[in-house]
């Protein structure tokens, strides 16, 4: 069974510094997908970045990006200049490339990050 | 604004109560989830429904009842409920193929309190 670990509980960063989230997972499939999702207080679940395992390019999403180390199923987020509204919870996530719409995300038990003014 | 929108937001009911959650996504998307998120677990998934049908109940009680009409509606029909079913319930979707696909988009959630 696949596993997804976040051994950060809570971060903190100070407000236009740069922070990274790490992110292992445990999977002995070759085709899947990783995600970050970002939950603020609203609760709302939030796409932050998405990466597919087949692709070794980091993915990239303006502040955002990933540094995919798929040999050490590590899959850390890094923001940068970061702003207030950064503030929240934040998951990562694997999903199986198997089973096309079906198949189900497995979440980490997330990272609480603060931003300080 | 999200493509996936969740009514009502909050409900309080009561344990003899019967009612429902609403879920509608306006993505195209052919795959709807709800997932169970509670203080101290992590995101568990409940029901997902392919196409209309459902592909997976991860032993959830039958007090639950999901319910999919098209691929555009998803249900949560509750009923004799418990105090520890107090949580935010997430209601989520997916595509048809490749990356974006399988990324699943969630909606803003109804806060669930039992009482």
């Known amino acids: 069974a696949q596993t997804v670990t976040q051994s950060q509980p809570e971060m903190s960063v100070q407000e236009a510094e740069t922070v990274t989230l790490s992110c292992t997972y445990d999977t002995s499939e070759s085709d899947y997908y990783l995600f970050w999702y970002k939950q603020p207080p609203s609760r709302q679940m939030i796409l932050v970045i998405r990466?597919?395992?087949?692709?070794?390019q980091n993915a990239t999403e303006n502040r955002f990006s990933v540094n995919f180390q798929k040999a050490a199923k590590s899959f850390s987020l890094k923001i940068s200049d970061s702003q207030l509204g950064d503030a929240a919870m934040y998951f990562c996530a694997y999903r199986s490339g198997i089973g096309g719409s079906q198949g189900n995300l497995i979440f980490g038990k997330g990272t609480k990050l603060s931003v300080k003014p | 604004e999200t493509g996936v929108t969740q009514t009502p937001r909050h409900l309080v009911m009561g344990m003899t109560n019967k009612k429902s959650l609403k879920c509608e996504q306006h993505l195209g998307h052919n795959a709807m989830y709800w997932y169970k998120q509670s203080a101290k677990k992590p995101l568990e998934l409940m029901f997902v429904y392919s196409l209309e049908e459902r592909v997976e109940n991860n032993s959830v009680p039958s007090r639950f009842s999901p319910e999919c009409p098209n691929s555009s509606h998803l249900f949560l029909h509750l009923h004799t409920l418990q105090p520890e079913d107090s949580a935010l319930y997430l209601c989520?979707?997916?595509?048809?193929?490749?990356?974006?696909?399988?990324?699943?988009?969630f909606g803003e959630g109804s806060w669930l309190t039992v009482v």
């Open positions: 989520a979707s997916s595509g048809w193929e490749g990356a974006s696909g399988n990324t699943i988009y």
């Open positions: 990466q597919e395992a087949y692709k070794q």
